[in-house]
Each structure stands twice: as structure tokens, then as C-alpha cells.
């Protein structure tokens, strides 16, 4: 048997060739757009019905509402119980779920086909006919308000929500966390998440997924009845203020005296998913610090010990959701630690990256494809994602040569148009008497002392 060299790194193997199944769009009499894609190797089904709204929608008072809006959705309808949903969901088998992101609110389901019909009566109940009763919203609130109080014990919520409130501003959106803030979730009530909902579970505002063993004209016929009297409406503008212009580089220091490690978030704005570089960005950042052997992870954890892991991403949103490298340092790293994220940042935007780097950023994305598209519900999730952003049906099809097609320059310039090291936020989360002293010498900018957000909120109330 030939020996194996573990010292050289063996080639990766061949792009895959990746087609989703076709995607069969139709319309309801009341405007709601159905896509159905048929599966049929399995008696499965996925479906989804996601709006058009998520917590994009939720200035600073009313932060946490399309989250809390979306928790209670299985809680309890207008003609059934949060129990008697629990119930018929377990004798159906199917999985049962309701959640909001940042741009969309999804009630989805899994269930095995003969008990699909059965299983949309339910999931259309709990997505449009919620109770939202006073004992199930009381509940609720209080488990949310119970969960931000443990949160704020995390180094790392705790900095990633400061991170948000500086780069984006406290009445923006994506300043505050999408699950809100005590201040914001003790004042929901009842009226708010059902005028919430109301406004905006919309057909025109809409659209449904159908993955799995289904014939798409039999789907029509079947939704027709049930959802066909749904009536559309105009749905409410969201006037969203403009995050400011990004300042010369400040640290901010959320002081956790005595904290063995620092939490470090580092970066600024975003493009938004609909940005024409996307691919390029998809593959600087997995050279930058999106993968194991990328250059932050390399430097932070292999060459200097200071963290067992260090990364970073595109937050992909409607809107330009944050660029963040984060990782944890020991204490006496936080400041050295700083300083590599920021100094390579600017290396990126200054050096074309390697071939080798670019070659193994684009094969692992395009070899990394089809683990993505592996079920029902991984191909639902792909058909959300695309109409969701207006990516055209045909987008996944074409990612692989996407990538593929990303070179050396693409890189360079989506580092030079999309990175900042001159205007980045940083954020550490750690002791202050310890690391201010080392951050104020790296000298990229003034250190300041920042409150908690708990402590913002008590000095607001005066409580």
C-alpha cells in the first residue's frame, strides 16, 4: 500500500453539477403566489407559507414584536388551543414550526404525504387565524423577558448586541437585537402583535413553498377552497432610518471585570443580499475568515494560541446587514488580537490573495453545494431564499460557475469596496481594567468605556 503524505494537502475533487428540480409557479384567485416542486422519491412533504415581513419592521420601541408576533402563532387559534395544535400535530407526525427572521415571518411544516391535506387545515389555521389570547401572551412575554436577563450573563450576546447598536444606531432596526430588549418587550402587549399580524399577513404580502410528493395541479385544487377567500390589502410602509455614515475607528470597551477572556466583534455594514458582488464577497470572506484555514483563524488560533476559533461573515439581509469578524481572546490577547483583525483587513485590500487561497476558497463553496440541497426541506429553503430576494428561479443552478468564475482582481475589489479597517466599529467585551491601557496603545483610535445595554436602559427609564 503507497504510504499517505499527510503533509501536503490532497486536491480537491471536480465542481459538481448542480440543477434543482423545476419550480412550478401559480397563482390563487386571491393573488397568493404558490411555488411547488415535485419530489417524488419519497412520501414527504415540506411547505411553508412565509410573509414578506420580519423584524425589519420593528423600530427600537417596538423591538422583539415580530419575533414575539411569530412565537405565539402555535400558541393557540381562533378555533383551537395551543394543546389541541400540539395534539393534532403529534397524530399527524408532522413537525410544526413558526418563526420570524429579519426579513420574513415563516409557519412551515413536515409531514408524510397521504396526511398532507389534513396537515394544511392546521398549518393555515395557526398562520392566519391566530388567538393571541392575554394568558398565552403574558406567558411568553415573560419567558423573553426571562431569556434577555440570562442573556446579558453571555460575552457573547452581550457584545455582538453592542456591536449592532453602535454600527447601526439606536433607531435603527438592526440596533437592537431581534428578540428586543426588556424596555421594548415589557412594553408589548396583545394589541401590537395582533395589529402586527393583521396588517401584514397579506396574499399579495406572501407566498407558499411546496416541496415533495405532490402533483402541483392537485396542490391548486386543494389550496383554492381554503385560501382562495383570503383577502389581500395594502400592507403598511416601514419608514426605516438611514444608518449614518461610519466615523473614523472607535473601540468600545463593555467592561466585564475580572473576565478571563474578551469577546472581540469587529467590522462595520454590509451590502445587502441583492448586492451584484455577492460571489465575490461569498469568496473573500472564506478566504479572510469564513473557513477553518482561513487568514484570521490561521493567525489567531494557529500561529499565536490566542483563541481556539476566529471567523467572520456577511450578515446577507433585505437591507445591509453587518460585516463582523469575531472571535474570544484571552485577556492579555485582546489588544494584539485587534490589531491582526485590522491589519488584515487592510492587507486583503491591498494584496491580491493567492492561488492557492482562491482555489481552495471556491471549492470549498462549490464542493459545500450539495450538502445544502440534500432534503425536502433543504430545497424549500432554497426556493424561499430565492424568491424571497428576487433571485430568479435559476440561481442555484448557475452558483457553482459563479464561484467558479470569481478571480484573483474580483476579490481585490470587492475588499477595496466592502471593507473598512479606517471606519470599522470595534467592540470588546472584557475586563477594562486590563485591556484599555494595551488598546490605547495599538493607536487605531480612541478607547471608550461603553455601558451595558441594561445599564443604557435603567439610566432611560430612571428606574
Not at 92 to 118: I, N, S
Not at 199 to 218: I, K, M, S, W, Y
Not at 391 to 417: H, I, K, M, P, T
Request: glycine residues 8%; hydrophobic residues 40%.
Amino acid at each position: 500500500m503507497t504510504p499517505i503524505d499527510r503533509s501536503r494537502v490532497p486536491p480537491a475533487g471536480p465542481p459538481p453539477r448542480v440543477t434543482l428540480p423545476h419550480i412550478e409557479q401559480r397563482a390563487l384567485s386571491n393573488g397568493l403566489t404558490l411555488l411547488v416542486v415535485e419530489m417524488r422519491e419519497l412520501p414527504v412533504v415540506d411547505v411553508a407559507l412565509v410573509t414578506r415581513s420580519g423584524a425589519h419592521a420593528d423600530l427600537s420601541d417596538v423591538a422583539g414584536r415580530a419575533h414575539l408576533a411569530a412565537d405565539l402563532l402555535d400558541e393557540g387559534t381562533t378555533s383551537r388551543s395551543a394543546l389541541q395544535i400540539a395534539e393534532e400535530a403529534d397524530l399527524l407526525g408532522a413537525a410544526l414550526h413558526a418563526r420570524a427572521t429579519w426579513d420574513d415571518t415563516e409557519v412551515g411544516m413536515h409531514v408524510l404525504t397521504p396526511r398532507f391535506a389534513r396537515a394544511m387545515d392546521l398549518l393555515i389555521d395557526v398562520a392566519l387565524h391566530p388567538a393571541y389570547a392575554e394568558a398565552e401572551v403574558e406567558r411568553k412575554r415573560k419567558e423573553r423577558l426571562a431569556a434577555i436577563l440570562q442573556e446579558q450573563d453571555e460575552p457573547r450576546v452581550v457584545a455582538s448586541n453592542e456591536f449592532a447598536r453602535v454600527v447601526y444606531g439606536d433607531a435603527h432596526p438592526y440596533g437592537s437585537p431581534i428578540g428586543g430588549t426588556a424596555r421594548s418587550v415589557s412594553a408589548l402587549d396583545r394589541g401590537a402583535l395582533a395589529a402586527f399580524h393583521e396588517a401584514r399577513q397579506r396574499p399579495g404580502n406572501a407566498f407558499l413553498v411546496v416541496v415533495g410528493d405532490v402533483v402541483a395541479d392537485e396542490v391548486v385544487r386543494a389550496l383554492e377552497p381554503v385560501l382562495g377567500a383570503w383577502q389581500d390589502a395594502p400592507v403598511p410602509e416601514v419608514d426605516v432610518p438611514t444608518a449614518g455614515p461610519p466615523g473614523s475607528t472607535t473601540i468600545h470597551v463593555v467592561d466585564r471585570p475580572g473576565a478571563p477572556q474578551s469577546e472581540l466583534r469587529i467590522g462595520h455594514i454590509g451590502p445587502p443580499r441583492g448586492a451584484p458582488d455577492y460571489f465575490a464577497l461569498l469568496v473573500l470572506n472564506t478566504i479572510f475568515g469564513g473557513a477553518f484555514t482561513s487568514r484570521l483563524n490561521s493567525r489567531l488560533r494557529e500561529e499565536k494560541g490566542f483563541t481556539y476559533g476566529a471567523g467572520s461573515a456577511f450578515a446577507f439581509r433585505r437591507d445591509g446587514g453587518p460585516f463582523v469578524a469575531s472571535s474570544a481572546v484571552f485577556t492579555g490577547a485582546s489588544a494584539e488580537a485587534v490589531g491582526i483583525v485590522l491589519h488584515e483587513m487592510q492587507r486583503i485590500r491591498e494584496e491580491r490573495v493567492s492561488d492557492e487561497e482562491l482555489d481552495r476558497a471556491k471549492s470549498y463553496l462549490a464542493l459545500g453545494l450539495p450538502r445544502r440541497l440534500e432534503t425536502t426541506a433543504d430545497i424549500l429553503r432554497i426556493v424561499s431564499e430565492q424568491e424571497l430576494h428576487g433571485l430568479g428561479d435559476r440561481y442555484y443552478d448557475e452558483y457553482v460557475e459563479r464561484v467558479r468564475a470569481v478571480s484573483r482582481e474580483d476579490v481585490l475589489e470587492a475588499a477595496q469596496r466592502r471593507f473598512d479597517p479606517a471606519h470599522a466599529t470595534v467592540v470588546v467585551a472584557g475586563d477594562h481594567a486590563e485591556i484599555a491601557g494595551p488598546l490605547e496603545a495599538l493607536g487605531v483610535g480612541p478607547v471608550v468605556k461603553a455601558a451595558s445595554r441594561a445599564e443604557t436602559e435603567l439610566n432611560r427609564t430612571g428606574t
